[in-house]
């Protein structure tokens, strides 16, 4: 499949300004890069919000430096690690100090070489801790906040056992976000998922809104569900489900918080989504299945990520569908329905809320939007956009 050209999207989030530039994310977060137990000694490339990065551990630290060599921009993740604490470009073996990005030996031009200690030779480092079996990176502007404030409190319990994976995929990761925000595409698309077999789905939902929760973090999506055969005029009926569908086993919360997190509360576990912006055009989904569990419980629940969830969950129901459509769909233009309510919630939620907006141009863009500012061309859209406005006021 062709990829297609960012410019081509560039028009479809018009009414939220900030969130339109966000192609390539919110910079000032921070961001789920790899799983902790594929990062060792040796040098890997990642890319976060359009930033390469190169990431090693080095003794009991994580390191992570901007993936160029100032010499002639080779990418540093190609390169040795020569010395204790350094990595050497592969190139002409420029030689840089992990922890600061010094450069301090330039093997082929001598142990007398000049250009040691330059300031405009040095690369950048960026704040990487390790948490919950993963490693977070943050690329921003601003001074990075304690880790705390973007690793979901979860992750963090004492007897959490938060199983991680991570993998590239293709799609703008506002795709990736606001399909996971998407309640109605799950009532149709995931239907006949093997995970769902034994479930019984809604057939739509009424009343759809996203309210924040009290610590301002999260975007919580509530709606009614609606059961059972229904009658379309001059269609006929749906759903036809089978007779060993029975109810419970369903989502029981979802919500949405910055950068672009979606959590899904299953029966007894729970399922984080973090979708890191990679470039315009690819993100790593991140796929986080957490549970409070000790002992032999915690094995139990371990065996039952990686085989069941594994296969059923991540890969069959995410990959192969959600991740089918991300890569696939093509909008501008859309029209959206009414459960769209909660993506158009979510991208002004964006607009309004994500770090980075000084406080004059904060109330400037919330007063816009309480004008009525944000509305959009397409009638249907703009009923939607009147909805969550109410809604979320
Ligand atoms: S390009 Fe890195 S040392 Fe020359
Ligand atoms: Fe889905």
């Known amino acids: 499949m062709d990829e297609r050209q960012p410019a081509s999207r560039a028009s479809l989030y018009r009414s939220w300004p900030r969130y339109e530039a966000a192609d390539k994310g919110f910079r000032n977060y921070w961001y789920p890069a790899i799983e902790s137990r594929k990062l060792g000694k040796k040098p890997m490339a990642v890319k976060v919000v359009g930033e390469p990065i190169l990431l090693m551990r080095d003794g009991d630290k994580v390191r992570a430096l901007h993936d160029r060599c100032p010499h002639r921009g080779v990418p540093l993740s190609a390169g040795r690690n020569e010395f204790p604490g350094t990595i050497s470009c592969i190139y002409h073996g420029w030689t840089y100090r992990l922890a600061d990005g010094e450069l301090c030996a330039a093997l082929t031009d001598g142990p007398d070489s000049p250009i040691c200690g330059k300031a405009v030779v ?15 990176v943050y690329v921003g502007d601003q001074p990075a906040p304690p880790i705390e404030e973007d690793v979901p409190e979860e992750f963090l319990a004492e007897d959490a056992v938060v199983i991680p994976m991570i993998e590239l995929r293709k799609g703008d990761w506002r795709y990736a976000m606001e399909n996971a925000v998407d ?72 919500k949405a918080r910055l950068p672009g997190v979606f959590y899904v ?47 059923f969950h991540r890969i069959m129901l995410n990959r192969w569908e959600d991740g089918f459509i991300v890569e696939a769909m093509d909008c501008p ?49 703009a009923s939607s956009q009147q909805a969550s406005k109410a809604e979320l006021t």
């Open 333 to 381: 233009p859309e029209r959206l329905f009414r459960p769209d309510v909660a993506i158009v919630a979510w991208r002004r939620w964006c607009d309004l809320h994500a770090r980075g907006l000084d406080g004059e141009r904060a109330a400037k863009a919330e007063a816009e939007a309480e004008d009525g500012g944000a509305s959009v061309a397409s009638g249907d859209a």
């Open 122 to 136: 040095r690369v950048k480092t960026y704040p990487v801790e390790e948490r919950a079996n993963i490693i977070w």
């Open 183 to 254: 309640e109605a595409h799950a009532r149709y698309l995931h239907r006949k998922t093997p995970f769902a077999f034994f479930r019984l789905f809604p057939a739509y939902q009424t009343d759809v809104q996203m309210v924040p929760s009290e610590d301002g973090k999260w975007l919580r999506r509530l709606s009614k569900p609606v059961f059972g055969p229904q009658n379309y005029p001059g269609v006929g009926t749906w759903p036809r489900d089978g007779f060993w569908r029975k109810a419970g086993g369903q989502v029981i919360v979802g």
């Open 265 to 311: 509360g299953h029966k007894n576990w729970q399922d984080f989504q973090f979708f890191t912006p990679v470039d315009e055009q690819h993100h790593l989904m991140c796929q986080i299945a957490v549970r409070r569990t000790k002992g032999l419980g915690a094995l139990w629940w371990k065996l039952r990520v990686w085989s069941y969830i594994q296969l």
